[in-house]
């Protein structure tokens, strides 16, 4: 598992290429391509459950 922390006021390319529109956003990447989006101040079982979904 590799996480990556992205400022998009610094990175705003980044940002439009995977469509932010919120803030925080959390992407889960698999292959390469975007699986999964979780946008907002969610609950910290959300974010778990999201990241145990792509886990092996």
């Given at each position: 598992?590799?996480?990556?922390?992205?400022?998009?006021?610094?990175?705003?390319?980044?940002?439009?290429?995977?469509?932010?529109?919120?803030?925080?956003?959390?992407?889960?990447?698999?292959?390469g391509?975007?699986?999964?989006?979780?946008?907002?101040?969610?609950?910290?079982?959300?974010?778990?459950?999201?990241?145990?979904?792509?886990?092996?």
């Open positions: 598992l590799k996480v990556v922390k992205l400022n998009v006021d610094e990175n705003t390319n980044s940002a439009g290429k995977f469509n932010i529109r919120g803030i925080p956003t959390l992407l889960i990447f698999k292959g391509q975007v699986a999964e989006q979780v946008v907002g101040a969610v609950p910290r079982d959300q974010i778990e459950k999201a990241v145990q979904r792509h886990l092996p």
